[in-house]
């Protein structure tokens, strides 16, 4: 599931049921607070020059590391370490990096990173890789030629086209086997945009076999606003149901000899019984991704899991024989495993850096490529690493970062041994900080800042001491706005004892004897980030006269893994519990009225919006919903049973976290938007959340996408929603 930016340009086709008639967007200029909003946005548009100068740099070291330079307010610097003098050389062209204006619309953002171009090696034409997809062309590293997937097989050819030679012949789209690509799950949920995998000396390609011959399709109309509809026919595996069958294969081009990889080390793939009879769950090598050669040619290494994702091997497979060992395994029974640990290869191609929470928090450890644990490089318990930054062979020493701090937002850099001794905090527990190392790793930029705090950046030596300061935010503009910082504030969590952050972002004209309507923006899934330490730009939102409220829950990270517990087998109860509490921490506040409170969000965040208001009609009193998860039931088997396992053996899970048996706590306004064009979160998620409203008798609102993807609905119309909904008419928000 993957959170997108809202699409601006959409049809709107949706209507009121059992409700009033058509209302569009183009009312909102003329509702209160839109003069406001146009005023702070306009004044803080990039354009505009932001709404603060930021003190934050991005430096880019001299090969030597005796200087760097910067862009700052406009301006190019450049930093002498020697005379620890910066010398401004003038305007800096444009998009020079980061450094100078802040506090423009935030960028969208959301989990995933598929898709992307594929490289035209080996006579493969340029290729745009769609999301959950994989190149269908690979060349080989040396350009002499290429695989490639076509008619359900995979092919070879020398890089000018001659050579053709089909490497299998019994892919079919009647038999549902196909080589050379992978099943849309496998790049939605694992991150697998390759399906082809060419050896460092170009002689062997390894591709994959899935076979989805049990999997069910799932029908998509597409192309609905055309004369002639199509449809778009997806292999698509719901929670408990039967799986794609992934298998890898070598091809020896000398030879001309193909083996079969044992990805299951000589077990046959087994699932869920189809007579209902328990699943043992007990194959490792269920999934298998993340497949990628050793430095040499030697070996194929992978990923592997069981069904429930809680036990994970990386495995390397011989070349000649297809004989797989396992060089390592992680295993957490209370919970799930993270799929692809962070892993990095030290320079001799023996030695790697593995990231793993088996003790609770997640650290740094050093394995050799047989599979022997060399050294711990970190042993923390009461807070995590959150990646490598460096490492220095030759001195034996890794920078990473950790949230070390004050609180465990605020993220620090440390220093510690390849062996896991003399490890030492180099920042300010004070402040979070991002930060550049010189090449000689004798000196570090750090850009500090909190959630208060506008960033400034200062250098460092190799120890942490502060030799220094380079920039600090100019907020000049920011005051003459009336804009406002915003405000952290915590509260505890349904377990009454799990301290949570929240934050909340103030209207530039805030009158705190006035009571404001508020509106959380959400998302909620396990895993994902919310509050933080960076100090946050001005939210032009707020200007239509809303407080504007970002909640977390214990489902975030960054807290350990046993936290992430409480959220197993519980989508749509931990989170949601606990970001109601957020809201109710706030009802004490005299310019916070509890009865006008709002919360929006899409794909997951739709879910958590619908939900929440269907959980806590006394909490809020709108949402609306976008591209929405509306029951597990409905949702691809990888991403759903990583966290709630299958239904045969959770159904409270699943029920308690279905928004249609709540669909009768209606008393609230509800506005739904989907895509037609939908294929990651279907519209039938919504469809049936709309029938069951229906069929308890409420008013609420539709907006639909013709054609459109998995996105949000128009922001204009969101607001023309709230607007109307929290500021005009809030009579109707209890049913009035």
């Known amino acids: 599931m993957k959170l997108v930016g809202r699409i601006s340009l959409l049809v709107v086709v949706g209507m009121v049921a059992f409700s009033g008639r058509f209302e569009a967007q183009d ?24 709404a603060f100068v930021s003190g934050a740099i991005t430096p ?13 307010d406009g301006n190019r610097f450049r930093f002498d370490v020697t005379t620890m003098t910066a010398v401004n050389e003038g305007a800096a062209p444009a998009g020079a990096g980061r450094g100078g204006r802040a506090g423009g619309p935030p960028a969208a953002g959301g989990r995933g990173g598929r898709g992307g171009n594929a490289p035209g090696l080996g006579g493969c034409p340029p290729e745009q890789v769609e999301r959950g997809r994989q190149a269908s062309c690979v060349g080989a590293r040396d350009g002499s030629r290429r695989a490639f997937y076509k008619d359900s097989n995979i092919w070879i050819a ?45 002689t062997k390609v390894a591709f994959y076999r899935f076979d989805e011959s049990k999997v069910k399709d799932f029908y998509l109309q597409m192309s609905q606003t055309g004369i002639q509809s199509e449809l778009d026919i997806e292999a698509y595996p719901k929670a408990g149901a039967p799986n794609p069958v992934a298998d890898i294969f070598i091809h020896d081009v000398a030879t001309n000899r193909t083996v079969k990889v044992d990805v299951r080390d000589g077990r046959p793939f087994t699932d869920i019984p189809e007579d209902g009879a328990v699943f043992a769950n007990d194959q490792v090598g269920h999934y298998v991704y993340r497949v990628n050669w050793a430095h040499d040619g030697s070996e194929l290494f992978m990923n592997r899991t069981n069904r429930r994702q809680n036990k994970l091997e990386m495995a390397g497979c011989a070349t ?31 030695r790697f850096l593995w990231t793993s929470e088996r003790n609770g928090f997640r650290n740094l450890y050093l394995y050799d490529k047989s599979g022997k644990l060399l050294a711990p490089i970190t042993q923390h318990t009461t807070f995590e690493v959150v990646g490598v930054t460096k490492v220095d062979e030759k001195a034996g020493v890794v920078f990473y970062t950790a949230r070390s701090g004050d609180n465990w937002m605020k993220v620090q850099l440390h220093r510690v041994g390849l062996d896991g001794r003399g490890d030492v905090r180099l920042t300010d527990p004070k402040f979070t900080h991002t930060v550049s190392l010189s090449p000689d790793n004798n000196f570090i930029v750090d850009t500090y800042q909190t959630h208060k705090d506008a960033p400034a950046s200062q250098l460092l030596d190799g120890s942490g001491k502060v030799l220094k300061a380079l920039t600090t935010s100019d907020l000049t503009k920011f005051e003459q706005l009336g804009l406002r910082k915003s405000e952290q504030f915590t509260y505890l969590a349904a377990d009454g004892k799990t301290t949570l952050y929240g934050m909340v972002s103030f209207p530039a004209n805030f009158d705190p004897a006035k009571k404001y309507p508020s509106l959380a923006s959400v998302y909620g899934g396990p895993g994902s980030a919310v509050t933080n330490e960076n100090f946050a730009a001005p939210n032009a939102t707020a200007s239509y006269g809303f407080l504007m409220l970002q909640l977390s829950s214990r489902s975030a990270p960054g807290q350990g893994k046993r936290l992430l517990d409480s959220a197993y087998l519980n989508l749509g109860v931990t989170e949601m519990d606990d970001m109601a509490l957020g809201v109710k921490a ?12 709002g919360i929006y969000g899409t794909s997951y965040g739709g879910y958590s919006a619908a939900l929440s208001l269907l959980k806590f009609p006394d909490v809020y009193g709108a949402a609306s919903a976008s591209s929405s998860v509306t029951s597990w039931y409905h949702y691809d088997s990888i991403y759903t049973e990583r966290y709630m396992w299958i239904p045969q053996e959770n159904k409270a899970g699943y029920e308690a976290g279905n928004a249609m048996n709540l669909a009768k706590n209606l008393t609230g306004r509800l506005l739904i938007f989907y895509g037609t064009a939908d294929n990651n979160v279907h519209p039938n998620n919504s469809m049936q ?7 308890a008798g409420k008013s609420f609102e539709v907006q639909v996408g013709p054609d459109i993807g998995h996105a949000g609905v128009n922001n204009g119309r969101m607001m023309e929603f709230f607007i109307e909904n929290l500021v005009m008419r809030p009579e109707r928000l209890r049913g009035a």
């Open 689 to 695: 959340l709309i029938k069951a409203l229906q069929a």
């Open 60 to 72: 880019t070291w001299a090969d030597d590391a005796k200087g760097f330079t910067y862009t700052f």
């Open 586 to 597: 706030l009802w004490t506040r005299p310019y916070f009225d509890k009865d006008r409170v």
């Open 27 to 50: 009312r909102l200029d003329r509702m209160p607070g839109v003069a406001e909003f146009k005023r702070i946005q306009a004044a803080i548009a990039p354009a505009q020059g932001g």
């Open 158 to 202: 020398n890089a000018d086209g001659s050579g053709e030679q089909a490497l299998t012949t019994d892919g079919s789209v009647e038999k549902r086997i196909k080589y050379g690509t992978a099943s849309w799950v496998y790049g939605e949920e694992l991150s697998q945009t390759s399906a082809i995998w060419w050896s460092p000396d170009s």
């Open 320 to 350: 000649a024989s297809g004989e797989c060992r396992v060089i390592l395994s992680e295993e957490w029974p209370t919970g799930w495993v993270v799929n692809s640990p962070p892993m990095q290869w030290l320079s001799d191609n023996q």
